[in-house]
Nanobody
Framework: QVQLVESGGGTVQSGGSMRLSCEPS????????MAWFRQVPGKEREFVAV????????LYADSVKGRFVIFRVSAKNTAYLQMNNLRPDDTATYYC????????????????????WGQGIQVTVSS
C-alpha cells in the first residue's frame, strides 16, 4: 500500500518557522515531482509549492514566495517544506502530494495532476 506520511506540524507564533516532512512508504517517488497543498475549512485546497523530480526547479504560490522553501533528499525519499516568517493566514491543513506524470518537464500547480496524497497535517500560526 502506497502512503505519503506528513510530519512536523503543530502550533507556532507569527514570524516563526516550521518544517514539514513528507515520507512515502510502499514505493519511491524519485522520478515524480512532489508538491505541497493546503486547505482551510470551507475553502478549496490550494497549491503551495512543487519540486521537480530532479534538480530542475521549483514553483511557488505567490502567497508563500520568499518565505517557504521546498526541497527533497532523494537518499531519504523525502520531501520537505521549510516555512519561515509564518503568518496567521498560513494556518491550514497541509497536504503532501505526488505528481501523476513520470519525470514531468514543466511543473504544474494543478491539483488534478497529483494522484497520491498524504492524510494532511495541521499547521496553526498564532498572532
Amino acid at each position: 500500500q502506497v502512503q505519503l506520511v506528513e510530519s512536523g506540524g503543530g502550533t507556532v507564533q507569527s514570524g516563526g518557522s516550521m518544517r514539514l516532512s513528507c515520507e512515502p512508504s510502499g514505493r519511491t517517488f524519485n522520478d515524480y515531482a512532489m508538491a505541497w497543498f493546503r486547505q482551510v475549512p470551507g475553502k478549496e485546497r490550494e497549491f503551495v509549492a512543487v519540486h521537480s523530480w530532479n534538480s530542475g526547479g521549483t514553483l511557488y504560490a505567490d502567497s508563500v514566495k520568499g518565505r517557504f522553501v521546498i526541497f527533497r533528499v532523494s537518499a531519504k525519499n523525502t520531501a520537505y517544506l521549510q516555512m519561515n516568517n509564518l503568518r496567521p493566514d498560513d494556518t491550514a491543513t497541509y497536504y503532501c502530494a505526488a505528481d501523476r506524470m513520470f519525470r514531468r518537464s514543466t511543473l504544474t500547480p494543478d491539483i488534478n495532476e497529483y494522484n497520491y496524497w498524504g492524510q494532511g497535517i495541521q499547521v496553526t500560526v498564532s498572532s
